[in-house]
């Protein structure tokens, strides 16, 4: 696995994919519903990805061609609202730090990958009008998506057979987000788990799920990690840590709204994680800085 870049504080390292085998010329009707596949490319800056998707129980897998750490979030927009007015709306809230536009749904998608890597999600898609954006920052604050990497897509109404309950992943770990904390069982056990991440919050939530290195503790995390550091001037110029304290990706999601679920494949061995919301709440701080940081360890 490989280490958290210095400026790398959207990751999330993740792979889902519900498969199921039947017998060859079984009639259609017997064949067990799974998830559709839907693959997209992330480039300096630019996303290659279907114009239209249909609905139902989707994975969506992006791989990163590019330079640079890429992120494949999915927001849906209300009837009537622009992609420009998104792009130009969301730059300004992240710039000034405010709230995000109301008429914008954090939807989910996968997370950060690196160059040459790839993350995945499975989740349920709702027939709308939505956008890819990738809101990765560089150094001085700058969304991607302000610089052309967001491409708008139609989710359209789906054949049926994905939309069934049965091609929903069946988890064998289940991670709550709240406002603003995280509820999981007590005792997580090594190995390759299912994950279930559902927002019982009111504000969206997203989930990054990092290993510890040796000697490093949370109060180490929580400056580099912040998602607001670029506007936090005591944070901003602090030289970036040593390569050895950084953690590594172990999955995640993007952020989603209130009530939805996501779920990726985790692969975890025994050792100290932490769990980290990387969104920013309406008051201007990130959801790292009101707590949303938790520590566990994996037996």
Known sequence: MKQLPPTGRWIAFVAVLSACSSEDNAPSQNLAAVPNVVSLTATEYAFQAPDTIPAGWTTLRMANRGQEIHYGHIVRLDPGKTVQELVEAYAE??????????????????????????????????????????PIEDNSGTPHFSKGEFKPFVIRAGDGVVAESAARPEA????????????????????????????????????????????????????????????????????????????????GIAAI???????????????????????????????????????IRIH
């Not at 939530?205 to 506007?231: F, I, S």
């Not at 779920?263 to 201007?284: I, Q, R």
Request: charged share 20%; hydrophobic share 40%; with cysteine.
């Open 172 to 251: 064998s770990l289940v991670v709550r987000l709240m406002d603003f904390s995280f509820a999981l069982d007590s005792v997580v056990p090594a190995g390759r788990h299912t994950v279930r991440v559902e927002n019982a919050g009111m504000e969206p939530h997203d989930l990054v799920v990092l290993k510890l290195a040796p000697g490093t503790t949370v109060a180490d995390l929580m400056a580099v990690m912040n998602p607001e550091r670029a506007r936090r001037p005591g944070q901003a110029a602090e030289p970036p840590p040593p390569p050895e304290s950084l953690p590594t990706g172990a999955g």
């Open 93 to 134: 809230a992240i710039r000034t730090s405010g709230p995000r536009p109301k008429w914008v749904t954090r939807f989910g998608g996968p997370g950060g990958a690196f160059p040459g890597d790839s993350s995945s999600v499975t989740q349920y898609l709702e027939p709308g009008s939505y956008v890819w954006i990738c």
């Open 257 to 295: 709204a209130p009530g939805m679920e996501s779920f990726f494949e985790a692969n975890l061995s025994p050792g100290e994680y932490v769990l980290v919301c990387m969104a920013t709440a309406p008051d201007g701080r990130s959801h790292i800085e009101h707590g949303m940081i938790k520590q």
